[in-house]
């Protein structure tokens, strides 16, 4: 098994991510600490010497930190370097060889501080791709296994790691990661988002790790309270400069406004069905769609109130099904519109416009633009859409007599 990610941090870094989480004053006032990952244990260093510079380090003080890495190299170079630098040994039960995602241990821990992997899934190796695949969608940070294949999802294993490491902080306990900033733009880590740090820092222009090319940073997490939104932060730690980061939708990106700018509201996300719509549009041909009374020998499921506030009453004619589907020539014919439109199908023909084309082309003359399984939502939102300074939305239905109001374009 090759080693993943092994790139370890900076002493200096180490120690500016534990102090960030106040760990040295809280190690010694008794919370336990993991990194998941720890490599060779830069982080329990960066936190010991602290300790030792303040004479509390002892063994029952180290007892209160725990290392996993898969690598069990690794925590055989960190007990030899303990050892020779403290002078006494590091608790051998609290350094787990093993894999935190597939084989995470029992404990849980006041704080957990790491610096994960960096990897997509497509730059894992074979065996990894297989050990790690069900874990993405037990996880919950894929729908489908199949996402992750073929390249598709670019999600990073940090993702992966730092799932499973939030499982092992106490309610109520912090965790502190250096990560890829991809998490918290990229589509494929929208699941992952689901846990909203405290703080960004964007470390990338800090240079933390030169050999490294794509924009990463710090994040901390409070586990058990709902952060809105984090403070992020772009520079250097002498000078940080804080951004807004707002959030589009629950799982989105987070958006940054630039320092001084105004916050700006959240753009409200809208669905594909929700999209606003002109109404229904007769290509020219109100003449012929519009009535001032539903005809008696047409079938009255296609004929429509049209909202016209203070004017008088008009009926639109909607040769559609529910579902938004043009009728058929023949139901055309059986609903008594073909023999309505008698002494109009030529005009209708020769109405012009991309969409009517199309529909035209195919012989549907009784085609309208705009009409689709929407024009029949029992409530309809409608606002006047031009010629007034002030947009005044006013809802309409549902009626309660099977037919649905419409938004005449003509407004
Ligand atoms: C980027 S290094 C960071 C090491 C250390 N935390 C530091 O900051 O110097 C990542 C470490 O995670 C270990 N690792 C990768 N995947 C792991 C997993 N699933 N479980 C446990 N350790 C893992 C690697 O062996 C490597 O030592």
Not at 49 to 71: H, N, P, S
Not at 157 to 168: H, Q
Request: hydrophobic share 40%; with cysteine.
């Amino acid at each position: 098994m090759a080693p993943l990610g092994a790139v370890f941090t900076p002493p200096s870094w180490a120690r500016w991510a534990v102090e960030r989480l106040d760990l040295p004053a809280r190690v010694t006032a008794g919370a336990t600490v993991c990194d998941p990952t720890a490599g060779e244990g830069s982080l329990a260093f960066a936190l010991a010497d602290r300790a030792q510079g303040g004479g509390v380090l002892d063994a029952a003080w180290a007892g209160r930190i725990t290392l996993i890495d898969r690598e069990g190299d690794f925590l055989e170079s960190f007990a030899r370097t303990w050892h020779g630098r403290y002078g006494f040994a590091f608790p051998e039960a609290n350094l787990v060889e093993g894999d935190v995602v597939t084989r995470p241990p029992a404990r849980r821990f006041d704080f957990v501080v790491g610096n994960p992997p960096w990897a997509s899934y497509p730059e894992l190796d074979p065996e990894d791709q297989e050990r790690y695949r069900p874990w993405f969608r037990d996880l919950d940070l894929v729908g489908r296994p199949s996402e992750l294949l073929l390249g598709r999802s670019r999600l990073d294993v940090a993702a992966l790691v730092t799932a499973r490491a939030f499982a092992l902080v106490n309610e109520g306990g912090r965790a502190g990661f250096f990560l890829p900033l991809s998490l918290f733009h990229s589509g494929s880590a929208a699941r992952w988002r689901r846990w909203v740090p405290d703080a960004i820092f964007d470390l990338t222009e800090a240079r933390v790790f030169p050999e490294v090319a794509t924009r990463y940073g710090w994040a901390e997490f409070s586990l058990g309270s709902r952060t809105k939104a984090p403070r992020y932060f772009t520079g250097r730690p002498d000078a940080w400069v804080p951004w807004d980061a707002v959030q589009d939708a629950p799982d989105g990106p987070w958006r940054l406004v630039p320092p001084g700018a105004r916050s700006p509201v959240p753009r409200f996300p809208l669905a594909p069905g929700q999209r606003p719509r002109q109404g229904l549009n007769t290509g020219g041909a109100n003449a012929a769609f519009h009535v001032p009374s539903p005809p008696t020998d047409v079938d009255p499921a296609l004929v429509h109130p049209l909202v016209r506030p203070g004017k008088p009453e008009k009926w639109i004619l909607v040769p559609y099904h529910r579902d938004g589907r043009i009728l058929e020539e023949r139901e055309l014919e059986a609903s008594g519109l073909a023999q309505f439109w008698r002494d109009w199908k030529e005009r209708l023909a020769a109405r012009r416009g991309l969409y009517l084309g199309s529909q035209l082309k195919r012989g549907r003359w009784w085609a309208l633009l705009g009409a689709g399984a929407y024009a029949f939502a029992p409530y309809k939102v409608l606002w006047s859409a031009y010629g007034q300074k002030r947009l005044v939305p006013q809802v309409w239905g549902p009626r309660g007599d099977g037919r649905v109001w419409q938004a005449d374009q003509a407004l």
